[in-house]
Every structure is written in structure tokens, then in C-alpha cells.
């Protein structure tokens, strides 16, 4: 599972740059991201979000231009009682990223089984709208991923992608993952530290505070719909 083209921009510049005014202003520009773990309720709106990704970025993000079958069998063979699934929104509820965190026992990835003695590892894929690229999606689905696999006693995050795949490389660099390229493609580990009550804390309000904000948007949606069918009113 793999990174689609989320681009995310480099530290920022150095206090004598002349353009590290615009950069802090670009970055303080930006919304803030609510990451939402989704339960089967969502598959409708995972599969509306994938086949809407290009061949392209079907290919970072699976490996191979999958077709639209194929991708409706994953998304309807997603286990949430096994495997986490994180999303985020935007204010029509539509999802913008989706992050899958699959949990596999060790011995299933014979690359990282020697480098755990937990029983079980995780994989990761995340894949991005292109209307929400260089926003930090990938990222904030990759930390919200990291902070489940700690709590939940995973210490060994595993993604896969093509080597070709200059995002997810940069993000796998950015996180201190180790990376191993072979024959066009690349595994990336990433070690964990065990959980802590911080840890707890900081995954419990994050939820908390996506629930809030899907719950916002999602009356906000309903009311504008109520509106719309009065009459004289004009639906936006």
C-alpha cells in the first residue's frame, strides 16, 4: 500500500531568507486537519474517493492501475473490525485522504518479522485528493497512524511503494523510517516507541475533535439541504 502525490513543503527557510515571511504566511494559510477514523458506515464515500483517483496515482497508491472493479472489491473487503481506516473531510463531507492501517501477524511480512518480537506488525497506505495536495493530508494520516500503532502495542509501521515515489520517500525520510529500495520499489520501516498516557490522551482528543467537526459539518450540510427545498430559497 502506497503514497499517492501529497505533496508536503520542506523546513521552512532560514531567518535571512527573503522569502521565509511568504512561506510562514502559506503555512499559517492552511486549514486545519481533522483526522477521522471511519467505520464501515464510510465504505459509500471510500469508494466514491478512490475511483475518483487517476491511473497515476491508482498506481503509487496500490502498486498497479487498478480498474474500478477491482478497487470496488477492496473497498468492499475492508475489514474495520481487523484493520483502522482513517479520513479526512472537507465541509461536504467528502473525503479528501483515507489512510488504511491493515494489522498482520509478524510472520506475514518475513521483511520486518526479525525486526520485531511484538506479534503483530502494521502496513500502511494512504492516497490523497488531488484538490488537497500540499496541504499535509498524507502527513497528518501517517502520525494519526503512528499514534494508534503505539497504543495498541504495534512497534514496527511498515509501507511499501515505488522507489519512483518521491512523496512517500520524503515523507518515510521525514518520519526516521528506515528505507530499503530493491528492483524499482522501496519498504520503509518505522520503529515505535511503546505507549504512554500522553500517547492516549493525544489519540483520544483527536478523535474527539474530528467527531466534533464531522458532526458540525454534517448538520451544517443537513440545515443547508433543509433550506434549499424552501421555497424561494436558491440552493448553493
Not at 19 to 39: M, N, Y
Not at 75 to 101: A, M, P, Q, W
Not at 198 to 203: D, H, M, P
Request: a positive charge; proline letters at 5%; one cysteine or more.
Amino acid at each position: 500500500m502506497t503514497l499517492t502525490n501529497d505533496s508536503t513543503p520542506s523546513a521552512g527557510n532560514p531567518p535571512n531568507n527573503p522569502g521565509a515571511a511568504s512561506t510562514d504566511k502559506s503555512k499559517a494559510a492552511r486549514p486545519t486537519i481533522f483526522v477521522k477514523e471511519l467505520s464501515r458506515r464510510a465504505r459509500k464515500r471510500l469508494l466514491r474517493h478512490f475511483l475518483a483517483l487517476s491511473s497515476g496515482d491508482r498506481l503509487l497508491r496500490f502498486g498497479s492501475v487498478l480498474s474500478d472493479d477491482l478497487i470496488t472489491r477492496y473497498v468492499e473487503n475492508i475489514d474495520f473490525s481487523r484493520d483502522t481506516v482513517f479520513g479526512v473531510y472537507d465541509r461536504k463531507l467528502r473525503l479528501l485522504g483515507v489512510g488504511h492501517l491493515a494489522f498482520a501477524p509478524r510472520e506475514a511480512l518475513p521483511s520486518v518479522s526479525a525486526s520485531t518480537t511484538k506479534e503483530r506488525v502494521a502496513e500502511f497506505g494512504v492516497s490523497v485528493d488531488a484538490s488537497a495536495r500540499g496541504m499535509g493530508v498524507g502527513s497528518r494520516l501517517f502520525e494519526r497512524a503512528a499514534i494508534r500503532c503505539r497504543n495498541v502495542d504495534i512497534d514496527t509501521l511498515y509501507m511499501h511503494c515505488l522507489s519512483s515515489n518521491k512523496v512517500m520517500m520524503h515523507i518515510a525520510k521525514k518520519a526516521g523510517m528506515a528505507i530499503h529500495r530493491d528492483y524499482g520499489e522501496a519498504d520503509a520501516y518505522l520503529k515505535l516507541p511503546p505507549a504512554n498516557p500522553a500517547s492516549v490522551l493525544q489519540e483520544a482528543v483527536q478523535e474527539q475533535v474530528a467527531t466534533l467537526d464531522y458532526t458540525l459539518k454534517a448538520n451544517l450540510r443537513a440545515l443547508l439541504k433543509w433550506l434549499g427545498n424552501l421555497p424561494g430559497i436558491k440552493r448553493d
